[in-house]
Nanobody, 125 residues
Framework: QVQLVESGGGSVQAGGSLRLSCAAS????????MGWFRQAPGKEREWVAS???????SYADSVKGRFTISKDNAKNTLYLQMDSLNAEDTDMYYC???????????????????WGQGTQVTVSS
């Protein structure tokens, strides 16, 4: 049974940092694309960043240079380091796992087959 569990969200002031984690189990972690998305109430889930099986990363323009996606295959954990946070980064953040794509990774919700429950990030200005 595939399970993704996010953690690390919280409240932070603008300019601050947070590191999100996504612990994965039940599938061949590291073999396929993993990604981070975010979603505000009433809005579409928005792609943030992806990492391919071989480690190639890609980012949305809105977070490029501020966020860093990484993974530790030995720990079956995906990370998102978020620096220079601003109020527009306030959202629920979700990690997603593909069981089809190894890379390049997709940036659409349908490109990922499994999702965690989300972790809330709130940035106050």
């Amino acid at each position: 049974q595939v399970q993704l569990v996010e953690s690390g969200g919280g409240s932070v002031q603008a300019g601050g940092s947070l590191r999100l984690s996504c612990a994965a189990s039940g599938f061949r972690y590291g073999t396929y694309c993993m990604g981070w998305f975010r979603q505000a109430p009433g809005k579409e889930r928005e792609w943030v960043a992806s990492i391919a099986s071989h480690g190639t990363t890609s980012y949305a323009d809105s977070v490029k240079g501020r966020f860093t996606i990484s993974k530790d295959n030995a720990k079956n954990t995906l990370y998102l380091q978020m620096d220079s946070l601003n109020a527009e980064d306030t959202d629920m953040y979700y990690c997603g796992a593909s069981t089809v794509y190894r890379g390049p990774c997709g940036s659409e919700r349908v490109d990922y087959d499994y999702w965690g429950q989300g972790t809330q990030v709130t940035v106050s200005s």
